[in-house]
């Protein structure tokens, strides 16, 4: 029963740097979604995708790709990486049939 | 498009009293409404939902809200507050235009005093 797992649960970065958070998730979902929690901002969606091969970008995309091999993957790159990409970053899948969006425990980033 | 306010960023109340989150919204076509709450250094899960099914929702843990639709607000209330509601709770709202986008409120952090 893992539902959305992410990885790594924390990274230190320093400026410039690039590295991908993973996002999977086993319920066959088709809809999948990224998402930064900052500080009195709730969650903002990053970039989104409604299947393999399929992504578009959210409210605050810049900074950030992803891509959509398969349906269970969906990761998150830092091509290189900023102070203010420092954030809890969240996966989410949603549910077709309820409408409901699953949460991964989240990527705590902190940029140097 | 759709937006959501959360009014208050944290709320406190004692033990066994009412809890009260408000949330107000904005959306072009007929919303989804859910409400999650977030405990330390977990992810969101879901508490309860509006479908348009009933104006009334109860969820889990006790909760529930009430979609009023000439207010558009979706309160989330509780009868009677325990200390392990302690939490983070957002508001967020979810419309198709185009594609289904699901917008958070800023979240409101709820204390409760013993």
Redesign the interface.
């Known amino acids: 029963n893992a539902g959305?797992t992410q990885t790594p649960k924390f990274q230190v970065l320093k400026t410039g740097q690039s590295m991908t958070l993973q996002c999977a998730q086993d319920m066959n979902h088709e809809?999948m979604?990224w998402?930064r929690q900052d500080p009195?901002?709730?969650?903002?969606?990053i970039h989104?995708s409604?299947g393999a091969g399929i992504t578009?970008q959210?409210e605050v995309p810049n900074g950030y790709n992803v891509s959509r091999s398969t349906t269970e993957d969906f990761p998150l790159r830092l091509l290189s990486a900023a102070p203010s990409q420092t954030s809890v970053y969240?996966c989410?899948s949603?549910s077709p049939e309820?409408?409901?969006?699953y949460?991964?425990?989240?990527t705590r980033l902190s940029v140097l | 498009a759709q937006s959501v306010t959360q009014l208050g960023s944290h709320v406190s109340v004692s033990e066994g009293a009412l809890v009260l989150l408000r949330c107000n919204y904005s959306s072009s076509v007929p919303p989804y409404l859910f409400w999650y709450v977030q405990y330390p250094n977990q992810g969101l899960q879901l508490l309860l939902k509006y479908t348009s099914a009933a104006t009334l929702v109860k969820g889990i843990n006790g909760f529930e809200a009430e979609f009023k639709k000439s207010e558009t607000s979706f309160h989330l209330t509780k009868p009677s507050a325990h200390m392990s509601d302690a939490a983070e709770y957002f508001c967020a709202v979810t419309a198709y235009t185009g594609g289904f986008k699901t917008i958070f409120g800023a979240g409101t952090r709820l204390f409760v005093k013993a």
């Open positions: 959305v809809y979604s998402y009195g901002m709730g969650l903002r969606l989104y409604v578009d959210g969240f989410a949603r309820r409408n409901i969006q949460f991964g425990a989240g």
